[in-house]
Structures are given as structure tokens and as C-alpha cells.
């Protein structure tokens, strides 16, 4: 198993871009979800999904679209860039609600 | 709102002695727990989990505390190594999908 796997490691965008971060894993879980980390605070939930074809908010939504086409797949789209979307980003997946969460190498994202 | 916290940002330890890291929370309806080591530059590790109908949990040199009465959640880490030098977050469910963390303690540890 690769577990959770994210494409690109680092990335340069220059404000008003778009791109799509890449999530994949291969542990058949139902339940993926994005954070962000920026320095001195803990991960906030972006968006997350339970299934395919199904997606939801979560904490800071804004900026952010996501899709659940296949269990295996969870992109994010920054449909248009800002500084403040600078940031390090994980994709995480999960069997279950109350079950051990498996996190992504992440994505390290510089906005200018 | 609900909020998970850790005491303190920091802590040094030195090489071979236990290494205790708090954390506090606010919602009471949390029922599940969780800590997370998180190494530079890579993604956050699960370390163990609890649920509030325990107290205590072991796992390999690592034991996590629940008091639910103050809410507080500990991390114990027994023996630490230059290898258990990390942020440490723990990070609270409440009956939702959603994971809160908090924000992080970096342990240091001394040679």
C-alpha cells in the first residue's frame, strides 16, 4: 500500500492562478478530507467526503472547491488564487468516524 | 465554539526521561481522541487514540491520560528518544465527522 499519496510536493502561484491539488489513496477508505497548516496553528479542515459523489464543508471552505468521483481520488481546486492561500496543504482518509486517520506527505503552496 | 489547546507551545526534554504533554478541551460532547506526532517537513502520524468511555490507554511507550472531568487529555511518553522530537497535536471528535486540533507542542529533545 502507498497509503495516501499527494502530487505536487511544492508549488509557486502568482495570485489570481488556478490548480488542483492531487489526493489519492489506496486503503479503500470512505472518508477523505483536506487541511491546512499554516505556522503556529493546527490543521483546519477545508472540505471533506464520506463517499463518492458526496462532499461537504468544513472550517475554511472559502477559495476552495473539492469533488469525490472515485474512492480513491480527492482533488482540491484553487479556482483562483490569493497570498493568503499560502500554506501547507494535507489530504487525509479514514475507514470511519471514530477510526485512526492516515495523512498525505502534503503540499507546500507559495502564493505571490 | 469548541476549541482543542495545548498548554504549552514548547518543551525540552532531556534523552531518557518521560515526557508529558497536556491538552486541553472544550466540548464536553467529545467522545474520541487523538494524538499526533508530526516530523518537519511531513504530514502529522497517528501515535493512539482513546475513547471517553476509557481513562487510560497504553500503547509502545506511549500512554494517553482522559480526564473528563477537567478535560484535559495527556500524552505520556516514556523514555524519550532524539527520534520523539516532533510537534505533538492532539485533536478531539465530537459526534461528526470533524477532527479540531490543536495548535501543536514541539518537544525537543536534549542529548
Known amino acids: 500500500n502507498a497509503g495516501v499519496t499527494q502530487t505536487p510536493k511544492f508549488q509557486v502561484l502568482k495570485t489570481g492562478q488556478s490548480m488542483t491539488l492531487q489526493c489519492a489513496q489506496d486503503?479503500?477508505?470512505?472518508?477523505m478530507s483536506w487541511y491546512r497548516q499554516d505556522p503556529g496553528m493546527g490543521l483546519r479542515l477545508i472540505h471533506y467526503?464520506?463517499?463518492?459523489?458526496?462532499?461537504d464543508q468544513g472550517e475554511v471552505p472559502n477559495g476552495y472547491n473539492v469533488s469525490r468521483s472515485t474512492t480513491e481520488d480527492f482533488p482540491l481546486r484553487l479556482l483562483s488564487a490569493a497570498p493568503s492561500q499560502t500554506s501547507v496543504y494535507f489530504c487525509?482518509?479514514?475507514?470511519?468516524?471514530?477510526?485512526?486517520?492516515?495523512f498525505g506527505p502534503g503540499t507546500r503552496l507559495l502564493v505571490l | 465554539g469548541e476549541s482543542v489547546g495545548l498548554h504549552l507551545p514548547t518543551l525540552s526534554v532531556q534523552e531518557g526521561d518521560n515526557s508529558i504533554i497536556n491538552c486541553a478541551y472544550s466540548n464536553s460532547a467529545s467522545d474520541y481522541f487523538i494524538w499526533y506526532k508530526q516530523e518537519s517537513g511531513k504530514g502529522p502520524q497517528f501515535i493512539i487514540d482513546?475513547?471517553?468511555?476509557?481513562d487510560k490507554r497504553q500503547g509502545q511507550r506511549v500512554t494517553v491520560l482522559l480526564n473528563k472531568t477537567v478535560k484535559h487529555l495527556s500524552l505520556q511518553i516514556a523514555a524519550t528518544q532524539p527520534g520523539d522530537s516532533a510537534v505533538y497535536f492532539c485533536a478531539e471528535n465530537h459526534n461528526d465527522y470533524k477532527l479540531s486540533f490543536g495548535a501543536g507542542t514541539t518537544v525537543t529533545v536534549r542529548a
Open positions: 487525509a482518509s479514514r475507514t470511519g468516524v471514530r477510526e485512526t486517520q492516515y
Open positions: 486503503m479503500n477508505h470512505e472518508y
Open positions: 467526503s464520506v463517499g463518492a459523489g458526496i462532499t
Open positions: 482513546i475513547r471517553s468511555n476509557m
